[in-house]
């Protein structure tokens, strides 16, 4: 059973794709806002 983003991904590549380099720039982001919020603990 395919679930509805199993069905986004698999039907259209270009959405793969686009999903992949989104998801990484997301990761990248959530990671630079935690070590900013551990510096900045770190400082109080």
């Known amino acids: ?4 983003f ?6 259209n590549p ?3 794709e ?3 380099k989104e998801y990484e720039e997301f ?4 990671f630079i806002i935690q070590k ?6 770190e400082t109080k």
């Open 1 to 4: 059973m395919k679930t509805t």
């Open 6 to 11: 199993d069905e986004f991904i698999t039907d």
């Open 14 to 16: 270009n959405q793969k």
């Open 18 to 20: 686009q999903f992949d």
């Open 27 to 30: 990761l990248l982001s959530e």
């Open 36 to 41: 900013m919020e551990e510096e900045n603990n």
